[in-house]
């Protein structure tokens, strides 16, 4: 996957102890497998792809302003949604540089996986059945008092009437 001569350049790729400048990644850079970058995803390794690009963050867990956990829980999964809800800085993106590592094949990167379409499959069936069994019982619960009601009544009328 990686375009004629990258070979050469592989040293750079080499994980958070070696930083590099900027201008190494616009060059050369390495074409990750979905696979591969995931299984970078502890604190003691941890990977991010965010916008078709991979960022080796393993030291940057605990400097992070927004805590590790979040980054944790961004890896193994394309990370670009929830960075950019986030609304980083300019100068948070620039801090990213130092962090990349190479870029994500996209075509290997899986579709979200368990998404379902949460309204159709929690909103539409359920209630229904419920809400009908539901009503029959207020509807019981209006009648019952009422039945009782009137049983005393007609006691009482035919005591009198003795
Ligand atoms: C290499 C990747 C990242 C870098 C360099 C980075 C850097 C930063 C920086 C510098 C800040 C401080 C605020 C700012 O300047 O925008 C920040 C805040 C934050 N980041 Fe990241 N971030 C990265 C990835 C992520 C990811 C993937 C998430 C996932 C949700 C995330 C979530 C947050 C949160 C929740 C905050 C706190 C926002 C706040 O409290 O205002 N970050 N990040």
Request: glycine residues 8%; proline residues 5%; charged residues 25%.
């Amino acid at each position: 996957m990686v375009s004629g001569g990258g070979q050469t350049q592989s040293a750079k790729l080499e994980r958070s102890d070696g930083r590099f400048h900027s201008r190494d990644m616009a060059s050369d850079s390495k074409t990750f497998h979905f696979d591969e970058v995931a299984k970078h995803n502890h604190k003691k390794d941890c990977w991010l792809i965010i916008s078709g690009k991979v960022y080796d963050v393993t030291n940057f867990l605990d400097e992070h302003p927004g805590g590790d956990e979040v980054l944790l829980l961004a890896a193994e999964k394309d990370a670009t949604e929830d960075f950019e809800d986030v609304g980083h800085s300019d100068n948070a993106r620039s801090m990213m540089e130092q962090y990349y590592i190479g870029k994500v094949d996209l075509s290997t990167i899986p579709e979200k996986p368990n998404y379902k379409p949460p309204q159709q499959a929690a909103a539409a069936a359920p209630p229904q059945g419920n809400q009908s069994s539901g009503s029959a019982v207020k509807i019981l619960q209006f009648l019952v008092p009422l039945l009782i009601l009137g049983l005393a009544y007609a006691l009482q009328y035919l005591r009198k009437k003795d």
